[in-house]
């Protein structure tokens, strides 16, 4: 074991718990009976069809090889593939969330430049900041009357304002130094603003991005439940409806897994933005 | 005749927190020639920094004003280059990149191979060379760091070169060599160079000549101490030259008594406050030699 680097063995202590995990789960779940080792009396009361529980994690995998290997297929509006499911989300998370960030960061640019501004809109932005973004729905689908767009909007809501207070933090703080490297340069506002203030604030504004994603992205399964039609969140619901179980189990992974790479994209952006003083 | 740099009647007020006004200094005045390198010398809270920030154009003071070649100075200009004490370097570009920043604010018309040939030049000049240039200011020392800044505002050629305790967080050795750079860089440019200090031998080793500032509030700027140290001078060698510790022992002196006695004492609006002008030659035969030991001779001007 010496001889393994930190990472090494943490990865290996990784699989050994996901294996052990694995393996509790698997024998958590008591087999179903076969068809033919039940009694007449058992069959015509209807215990032969197949009873709905939670799935062993065999059938969860067998289940996503399946879903994997197609998944773009559609069948009908109540039959598409994991992919165009997923697909449909992340158009709806992108969406809502570049509009929120083609308002937060210019407006929050703005605020962070003045004092005044930063204070006047403050109470404001404390207020609707902890409303559920959820509890917008019915006035979005009242006002909008598009239960797509409704959905689009309620991801807008919730990705605004992190983004929002982030940019005027993070404008706000860029040193006072900096801001006079520009002054002495005789560097206009819109220079200054692109060349020092942005690039100062860059890491702060980009945590408020990342922020973002992972509120959109937790938003729009509920959002999805409620509206309904396309998404991984109406997939989600669809299947629980439907009481096939391995397909929710299967479905909950996916979204940790597309969350997982959303925010990785943006850590990755971070790092690239970050310096060091 | 007006001096390039001319400072006239500069009076700054701050609040003093409880509806009144501490003045900081009153009627300050004094004049800087081209190619002239002044040091001002004084103790903390005296004014010396806000003195530097107007010269900047980075505040306004309360009345009074600045005129430089002619002109009255009224917000940051290129023509003014600025070296701040915390290096003020933007910590998410290069070394090199630092200083092409400055140099295409200055000659936006210049192609980009010319701005980076002309920052590496000025890199050179500061020691700074090979793979350094592209790191990033976090990488390098504080001594690298204030060589950066340097190199930036002498790649600008401005008119005057504002030095706000360039070396107030460097030890001693770096200090020392940092010094030099700085006075050989100066003696290839002939640039007009104002710079704030505490450090009195820094102050001999640079200047062509010395303000003293009292302590405030009401602080002004009381004496203008010639260097009289010939050039090129060397930091071992102008401890031998005669007039160096008299010259030494006048600012000590100052700094330790005077400033204090000088201290506090509003001054009528009318007077222009002059600095009065002290000239210390032990070696100039035209003067008394009864006088040399005993009073430093101070000469109205």
């Keep these: ?277 | 005749m007006k001096p390039f740099l001319s400072i006239e009647k500069l009076v700054q007020k701050f609040p003093n927190g409880n509806g009144g006004e501490m003045t900081v200094f009153e009627n300050a005045s004094f004049g800087v020639e081209k190619g002239e390198f002044v040091v001002i010398l004084g103790h903390s809270g005296c004014g010396k920094s806000t003195i530097m920030n107007i010269l900047a154009g980075l505040a306004d003071p309360t009345s009074g004003c600045v005129i430089m070649d002619g002109q009255e100075v009224k917000g940051p200009s290129l023509d003014r280059g600025v070296v701040f004490q915390n290096y003020s370097l933007l910590p998410w570009l290069t070394t090199l990149k630092n200083v092409t920043f400055g140099i295409k604010a200055r000659h936006p018309e210049w192609t980009k191979s010319q701005v980076e040939e002309h920052a590496t030049n000025f890199l050179a000049m500061v020691g700074l060379e090979g793979d350094v240039i592209h790191r990033k200011p976090s990488q390098l020392s504080g001594g690298m760091r204030q060589r950066v800044s340097i190199a930036r505002a002498f790649a600008n050629h401005p008119k005057l070169l504002l030095l706000d305790e360039p070396f107030g967080a460097l030890d001693a050795l770096t200090r020392g060599t940092i010094q030099d750079e700085l006075l050989k860089i100066w003696g290839q440019m002939e640039q007009t160079v104002f710079m704030i200090t505490h450090d009195i031998d820094e102050a001999i080793l640079l200047a062509d000549r010395i303000l003293l500032m009292t302590n405030g509030p009401y602080a002004r700027v009381a004496e203008s101490v010639e260097i009289t140290i010939p050039r090129p001078r060397n930091r071992t060698e102008i401890v031998e030259h005669p007039n160096y510790y008299a010259i030494r022992n006048h600012l000590v002196q100052f700094l330790g008594k005077r400033s204090k006695e000088l201290a506090g004492q509003p001054t009528e609006a009318s007077k222009t406050n002059k600095p009065k002008t002290v000239r210390i030659d032990l070696t100039d035969p035209t003067e008394d030699p009864e006088n040399k030991r005993s009073t430093l001779k101070a000469v109205n001007s």
């Design chain 1, 1 to 277: 074991m010496g001889t393994l680097s930190l990472n090494q063995r943490a990865a290996l202590l990784s699989v050994l718990m996901l294996v052990v995990g694995l393996l509790i789960w698997e024998a958590a779940i008591p087999a179903q009976k076969a068809v033919k080792e039940l009694t007449e009396y058992e069959i015509l009361t209807g215990a032969g069809s197949p009873k709905a529980g939670v799935p062993p994690p065999s059938q969860v995998i067998i289940k996503a090889w399946d879903q994997l290997s197609d998944p773009f297929y559609d069948a009908g509006p109540n039959d598409k593939g994991i992919g165009i499911q997923i697909g449909y989300s992340i158009y709806r998370v992108l969406t809502g969330y570049l509009l929120a960030a083609l308002i937060a960061i210019p407006f929050g640019f703005l605020i962070g430049m003045s004092q005044v501004a930063y204070k006047a809109f403050n109470p404001f932005i404390q207020v609707l900041r902890p409303i559920s973004p959820l509890a917008w729905m019915p006035l979005a689908l009242f006002i909008i009357g598009d239960s797509e767009a409704s959905a689009i909007f309620v991801i807008f809501i919730c990705s605004i304002w992190p983004m929002l207070i982030n940019t005027a933090f993070g404008v706000a703080g860029v040193r006072e130094d900096w801001v006079n490297v520009a002054r002495t340069h005789e560097l206009g506002p819109i220079k200054t603003a692109f060349t020092v203030i942005l690039p100062a604030a860059a890491p702060t504004i980009l945590t408020g991005m990342r922020i973002s994603i992972g509120i959109a992205w937790l938003v729009i399964v509920a959002a999805e439940m409620l509206v309904g039609g396309t998404g991984i969140g109406y997939y989600v619901w669809n299947e629980w409806n439907n009481l096939d179980l391995t397909s929710v189990v299967f479905s909950i992974l996916m979204i940790g897994v597309v969350g997982m790479l959303l925010d990785a994209m943006f850590g990755l952006l971070q790092r690239r933005v970050t310096y060091a003083e």
